[in-house]
């Protein structure tokens, strides 16, 4: 037996039109007991409101002759039924009015599907992870379906800058093994700069990735999200199903289980084509991956050396020689690898971390500095120094301190 105001709870998630099994989820129940109690429900609250006289009672005829005028709007009848003496509040009148309320005309939006190959969306959500110590952790996510299978690639990331999204988009095409006619995405910065009219400004640097990879890049209609529901309902998907009950180590673990839980989403057979993803993938003709190359090119930043021998990268201080201090070097995380590079040359190599403010120190970054300029930089956070320490009998001391 379960208490009256669930009861209640459960008939107004009826009223709204959710399903038992949408409500059960909402509020905790099993679906048994949703179905169970959703008419039960509306009988016990009609003997609750009967048993006992309510305020509303003197002015019932006039709301439902506000009702039978198409008002709705509980405010107004508030202001009229106070006119004729009423005193109480307007949650009781909302409660009454909501059962006769008709529900909101939903545009009719037609199901567009688009053929093999043909076109990919794209989106970010933020969502919400729990690490292993219970923490919760806000982080967004890259999200991508393919428009006609319905497979899907999910990359937790700490960034939604340029950089970003494109290594998301290459990471994705990878794993689709292909790359989309036309990518369809909503109207974020990183894609396009503004409009002039009906014209789309797009951001250069993303218009010459695009091209360099080959697909055709699309924006959504402003303020109309259902233009690319698939991704929208996606977002929703993960959100719901991925990551409750999950506790993850870090980002690394996070996105490794998002891996493998589409892969198994995407073995089952999609509610809505009543086919299996990954196999209907394999029939999309998507366009040849570019050279590795120039997918390689896109995986690089460009970072300044502090004077302490560090370069930052997603809230992470990675080590790297200290002659290199002041000076920009390329870098990239690939593969759990975080690497620095001047020119073509790797000169600094870490595991990578992904606890923000954490450090990596690199073995010999600082070797050599004293012999060069006679003092080591001794870092405040207390890194390693370098062995290489220059002796100096005691007399130096002595003369600098007027010892004689």
């Not at 729990?130 to 700490?158: C, T, W």
């Amino acid at each position: 037996m379960i208490r009256s105001g669930m009861i209640l709870m459960i008939r107004e998630k009826v009223l709204e039109g959710k399903s038992s099994y949408a409500i059960a989820k909402e509020i905790g129940l099993s679906k048994n007991t949703v179905k169970k109690y959703r008419e039960l429900g509306s009988q016990m609250v009609k003997v609750s409101t009967m048993d006992q006289p309510s305020k509303l009672d003197p002015h019932l005829d006039m709301i439902q002759s506000c009702m039978a005028a198409g008002i709705f709007n509980c405010q107004v009848i508030l202001e009229r039924i106070q006119q004729k003496g009423y005193d109480g509040g307007i949650t009781i009148l909302k409660d009454y009015v909501k059962p006769y309320r008709p529900p909101k005309a939903l545009p009719a939006v037609p199901r567009y599907e688009t053929p093999p190959g043909k076109q990919a969306q794209m989106d970010y959500g933020i969502c919400h992870y729990v690490d292993l110590d219970g923490v919760i952790h806000k982080i967004p996510a890259f999200i991508m379906i393919m428009g006609n299978s319905r497979a899907k690639y999910v990359e937790f990331v700490k960034r939604c800058d340029l950089y970003s999204l494109q290594r998301c988009l290459i990471n994705a095409f990878e794993y689709f093994g292909g790359v989309p006619e036309t990518i369809l995405t909503d109207r974020m910065k990183t894609v396009i700069i503004g409009t002039n009219g009906k014209e789309i400004i797009w951001n250069t640097k993303f218009q010459e990735f695009a091209r360099d990879m080959g697909f055709v890049p699309k924006v959504c209609r402003a303020r109309r999200p259902q233009t690319k529901g698939k991704v929208e309902r996606l977002v929703h998907y993960v959100k719901d199903n991925f990551l409750p009950g999950r506790a993850f180590t870090d980002l690394a673990d996070l996105n490794l289980q998002a891996m493998v839980w589409c892969r198994k989403a995407d073995s089952r057979i999609h509610s809505t084509t009543g086919l299996i993803p990954l196999k209907e993938l394999k029939k999309e003709p998507l366009l040849p991956l570019p050279e590795r190359r120039t997918r390689d090119r896109y995986r690089y930043e460009t970072r300044r050396v502090s004077s302490d021998g560090f370069v930052s990268y997603d809230g992470v201080r990675y080590g790297v020689p200290w002659h290199y201090s002041g000076k920009e070097l390329r870098v990239r995380l690939y593969d759990g690898i975080f690497q620095a590079f001047d020119g073509l040359i790797c000169i600094a190599e870490h595991k990578a971390l992904y606890k923000s403010r954490g450090r990596s120190l690199l073995p010999g970054q600082y070797q050599g500095l004293v012999q060069n300029h006679g003092m080591p930089i001794t870092p405040s956070y207390g890194l390693q120094i370098p062995k290489e320490v220059e002796i100096r009998p005691l007399s130096v001391y002595d003369q600098l301190a007027g010892v004689m």
